[in-house]
T-cell receptor
Protein backbone atom coordinates (compact mmCIF):
# COMPACT_ATOMS: atom_id res chain seq x y z
CA UNK A 1 0.00 0.00 0.00
CA UNK A 2 1.39 3.39 -0.99
CA UNK A 3 1.79 5.87 1.86
CA UNK A 4 -0.27 8.52 0.02
CA UNK A 5 -3.02 7.56 -2.43
CA UNK A 6 -4.50 10.11 -4.81
CA UNK A 7 -6.91 9.72 -7.72
CA UNK A 8 -4.95 10.93 -10.76
CA UNK A 9 -8.07 12.09 -12.61
CA UNK A 10 -8.02 13.89 -15.00
CA UNK A 11 -10.67 16.27 -13.69
CA UNK A 12 -12.31 18.83 -15.98
CA UNK A 13 -14.66 21.52 -14.66
CA UNK A 14 -16.22 24.74 -15.97
CA UNK A 15 -14.96 28.09 -14.75
CA UNK A 16 -16.57 29.08 -11.46
CA UNK A 17 -17.14 25.51 -10.27
CA UNK A 18 -16.19 24.25 -6.82
CA UNK A 19 -13.43 21.67 -7.08
CA UNK A 20 -12.82 18.92 -4.53
CA UNK A 21 -9.52 17.04 -4.53
CA UNK A 22 -8.91 14.17 -2.14
CA UNK A 23 -6.18 11.89 -0.83
CA UNK A 24 -5.85 9.14 1.72
CA UNK A 25 -2.70 8.20 3.60
CA UNK A 26 -1.51 5.25 5.62
CA UNK A 27 1.50 6.58 7.58
CA UNK A 28 0.38 7.39 11.13
CA UNK A 29 3.61 9.36 11.70
CA UNK A 30 2.49 12.12 9.33
CA UNK A 31 1.91 15.37 11.21
CA UNK A 32 1.97 17.90 8.38
CA UNK A 33 -0.16 17.70 5.27
CA UNK A 34 0.53 19.78 2.19
CA UNK A 35 -0.96 20.61 -1.14
CA UNK A 36 1.42 21.49 -3.95
CA UNK A 37 0.47 22.85 -7.35
CA UNK A 38 2.55 21.93 -10.40
CA UNK A 39 2.16 23.66 -13.74
CA UNK A 40 3.34 21.85 -16.86
CA UNK A 41 7.14 21.64 -17.09
CA UNK A 42 7.60 23.43 -13.76
CA UNK A 43 8.56 22.30 -10.28
CA UNK A 44 5.86 21.92 -7.61
CA UNK A 45 5.05 24.98 -5.48
CA UNK A 46 3.47 24.87 -2.04
CA UNK A 47 -0.16 26.01 -1.93
CA UNK A 48 -1.09 25.25 1.66
CA UNK A 49 -0.12 23.12 4.61
CA UNK A 50 -2.06 21.93 7.65
CA UNK A 51 -0.74 20.66 10.94
CA UNK A 52 -2.63 17.64 12.31
CA UNK A 53 -6.42 17.59 11.89
CA UNK A 54 -8.51 20.60 11.02
CA UNK A 55 -9.29 23.14 8.35
CA UNK A 56 -7.24 25.95 6.87
CA UNK A 57 -8.51 28.59 4.49
CA UNK A 58 -6.52 30.85 2.18
CA UNK A 59 -8.56 32.89 -0.26
CA UNK A 60 -10.37 30.52 -2.60
CA UNK A 61 -8.57 27.48 -1.22
CA UNK A 62 -9.53 25.38 1.80
CA UNK A 63 -7.51 22.41 3.06
CA UNK A 64 -9.02 19.82 5.39
CA UNK A 65 -7.39 16.96 7.26
CA UNK A 66 -9.21 14.22 9.16
CA UNK A 67 -6.57 12.15 10.94
CA UNK A 68 -9.15 9.69 12.29
CA UNK A 69 -9.98 8.57 8.76
CA UNK A 70 -6.58 9.49 7.27
CA UNK A 71 -8.27 11.70 4.69
CA UNK A 72 -6.90 14.91 3.11
CA UNK A 73 -8.97 17.31 1.01
CA UNK A 74 -8.48 20.51 -0.96
CA UNK A 75 -11.42 22.63 -2.05
CA UNK A 76 -11.14 25.35 -4.67
CA UNK A 77 -14.00 27.84 -4.85
CA UNK A 78 -14.82 29.91 -7.94
CA UNK A 79 -12.26 27.98 -9.97
CA UNK A 80 -10.36 29.89 -12.67
CA UNK A 81 -8.63 28.75 -15.86
CA UNK A 82 -5.36 29.75 -14.18
CA UNK A 83 -6.02 27.00 -11.60
CA UNK A 84 -5.46 24.41 -14.34
CA UNK A 85 -2.50 22.36 -13.10
CA UNK A 86 -1.59 19.12 -11.37
CA UNK A 87 -2.35 19.15 -7.64
CA UNK A 88 -0.16 17.00 -5.42
CA UNK A 89 -1.02 16.09 -1.85
CA UNK A 90 1.82 15.21 0.51
CA UNK A 91 2.43 14.13 4.08
CA UNK A 92 5.41 14.72 6.33
CA UNK A 93 6.42 13.51 9.75
CA UNK A 94 8.57 11.11 11.66
CA UNK A 95 12.14 11.71 12.75
CA UNK A 96 13.37 13.01 9.39
CA UNK A 97 10.19 14.76 8.18
CA UNK A 98 10.40 12.93 4.87
CA UNK A 99 8.01 14.54 2.36
CA UNK A 100 5.91 11.86 0.64
CA UNK A 101 3.71 12.71 -2.34
CA UNK A 102 0.63 11.26 -3.94
CA UNK A 103 0.43 10.70 -7.71
CA UNK A 104 -1.19 14.08 -8.37
CA UNK A 105 -4.55 15.03 -9.90
CA UNK A 106 -4.58 16.83 -13.25
CA UNK A 107 -7.20 19.60 -13.13
CA UNK A 108 -8.45 21.55 -16.13
CA UNK A 109 -10.75 24.55 -15.63
CA UNK A 110 -12.52 25.43 -18.86
CA UNK A 111 -13.42 29.07 -19.59
CA UNK B 1 15.54 35.71 -2.99
CA UNK B 2 16.95 33.38 -5.63
CA UNK B 3 15.20 30.04 -5.99
CA UNK B 4 16.58 26.54 -6.29
CA UNK B 5 18.79 26.32 -9.35
CA UNK B 6 19.19 23.13 -11.34
CA UNK B 7 21.18 22.27 -14.43
CA UNK B 8 20.98 21.12 -17.07
CA UNK B 9 17.28 21.60 -17.88
CA UNK B 10 17.25 18.80 -20.44
CA UNK B 11 19.49 15.83 -21.13
CA UNK B 12 19.28 13.02 -23.66
CA UNK B 13 21.65 10.07 -23.29
CA UNK B 14 21.90 6.52 -24.50
CA UNK B 15 21.36 3.62 -22.13
CA UNK B 16 24.46 2.52 -20.26
CA UNK B 17 25.90 6.05 -20.41
CA UNK B 18 26.42 8.13 -17.29
CA UNK B 19 24.87 11.49 -16.43
CA UNK B 20 25.14 14.03 -13.63
CA UNK B 21 22.74 16.68 -12.39
CA UNK B 22 23.60 19.71 -10.32
CA UNK B 23 21.54 21.57 -7.74
CA UNK B 24 22.17 24.83 -5.88
CA UNK B 25 19.64 25.24 -3.06
CA UNK B 26 18.34 28.47 -1.58
CA UNK B 27 21.00 30.14 0.53
CA UNK B 28 20.84 29.07 4.15
CA UNK B 29 18.69 26.00 3.54
CA UNK B 30 20.06 23.05 5.46
CA UNK B 31 17.83 20.34 4.03
CA UNK B 32 18.14 19.26 0.41
CA UNK B 33 16.05 16.67 -1.41
CA UNK B 34 16.37 14.88 -4.74
CA UNK B 35 13.12 13.54 -6.21
CA UNK B 36 12.42 11.47 -9.31
CA UNK B 37 9.15 12.22 -11.11
CA UNK B 38 8.15 9.80 -13.83
CA UNK B 39 5.54 11.09 -16.29
CA UNK B 40 2.06 10.93 -14.78
CA UNK B 41 3.29 10.17 -11.28
CA UNK B 42 4.05 12.11 -8.14
CA UNK B 43 7.62 12.89 -7.08
CA UNK B 44 9.43 9.99 -5.40
CA UNK B 45 12.10 10.85 -2.85
CA UNK B 46 15.52 9.49 -3.81
CA UNK B 47 17.69 11.06 -1.13
CA UNK B 48 17.44 13.66 1.62
CA UNK B 49 20.42 15.55 3.05
CA UNK B 50 20.66 17.55 6.24
CA UNK B 51 23.70 19.80 5.69
CA UNK B 52 26.23 17.34 4.24
CA UNK B 53 24.83 14.24 5.94
CA UNK B 54 22.37 11.74 4.47
CA UNK B 55 19.07 11.57 6.37
CA UNK B 56 17.20 9.16 4.08
CA UNK B 57 18.32 7.28 0.98
CA UNK B 58 16.07 4.24 1.35
CA UNK B 59 14.63 4.58 -2.17
CA UNK B 60 17.88 5.40 -3.96
CA UNK B 61 18.96 2.58 -6.34
CA UNK B 62 22.46 2.50 -4.96
CA UNK B 63 23.82 0.15 -7.62
CA UNK B 64 23.53 2.94 -10.19
CA UNK B 65 22.61 6.19 -8.44
CA UNK B 66 24.85 8.26 -6.21
CA UNK B 67 24.55 11.70 -4.68
CA UNK B 68 26.74 13.98 -2.67
CA UNK B 69 26.58 17.31 -0.90
CA UNK B 70 30.17 17.71 0.15
CA UNK B 71 30.16 21.22 1.63
CA UNK B 72 26.55 21.24 2.72
CA UNK B 73 25.51 23.57 -0.08
CA UNK B 74 25.48 22.39 -3.73
CA UNK B 75 24.62 18.82 -4.57
CA UNK B 76 25.14 16.47 -7.50
CA UNK B 77 23.14 13.39 -8.43
CA UNK B 78 24.76 10.85 -10.74
CA UNK B 79 23.40 7.89 -12.65
CA UNK B 80 25.85 5.29 -13.94
CA UNK B 81 24.94 3.35 -16.02
CA UNK B 82 21.56 4.72 -17.09
CA UNK B 83 18.61 2.50 -17.97
CA UNK B 84 15.58 3.28 -20.10
CA UNK B 85 13.38 3.36 -16.98
CA UNK B 86 15.46 6.22 -15.58
CA UNK B 87 13.74 8.57 -18.03
CA UNK B 88 12.07 11.10 -15.75
CA UNK B 89 12.28 14.62 -14.35
CA UNK B 90 14.77 14.92 -11.52
CA UNK B 91 13.69 17.58 -9.04
CA UNK B 92 15.82 19.19 -6.40
CA UNK B 93 14.18 20.88 -3.42
CA UNK B 94 15.41 22.60 -0.29
CA UNK B 95 14.00 23.73 3.03
CA UNK B 96 15.34 25.65 6.03
CA UNK B 97 15.74 22.42 7.97
CA UNK B 98 14.07 19.32 9.34
CA UNK B 99 10.56 20.11 10.51
CA UNK B 100 10.17 23.16 8.28
CA UNK B 101 7.14 22.40 6.21
CA UNK B 102 7.84 24.43 3.09
CA UNK B 103 10.12 22.80 0.55
CA UNK B 104 11.03 24.93 -2.46
CA UNK B 105 11.52 23.11 -5.74
CA UNK B 106 13.70 23.83 -8.74
CA UNK B 107 12.39 23.49 -12.29
CA UNK B 108 13.90 20.05 -12.64
CA UNK B 109 16.10 18.27 -15.15
CA UNK B 110 14.24 16.28 -17.78
CA UNK B 111 16.23 13.14 -18.60
CA UNK B 112 15.50 11.00 -21.62
CA UNK B 113 17.35 7.70 -21.93
CA UNK B 114 17.22 6.20 -25.43
Amino acid sequence: QKEVEQDPGPLSVPEGAIVSLNCTYSNSAFQYFMWYRQYSRKGPELLMYTYSSGNKEDGRFTAQVDKSSKYISLFIRDSQPSDSATYLCAGSGGSNYKLTFGKGTLLTVNP
Amino acid sequence: EAGVAQSPRYKIIEKRQSVAFWCNPISGHATLYWYQQILGQGPKLLIQFQNNGVVDDSQLPKDRFSAERLKGVDSTLKIQPAKLEDSAVYLCASSLGLGYTEAFFGQGTRLTVV
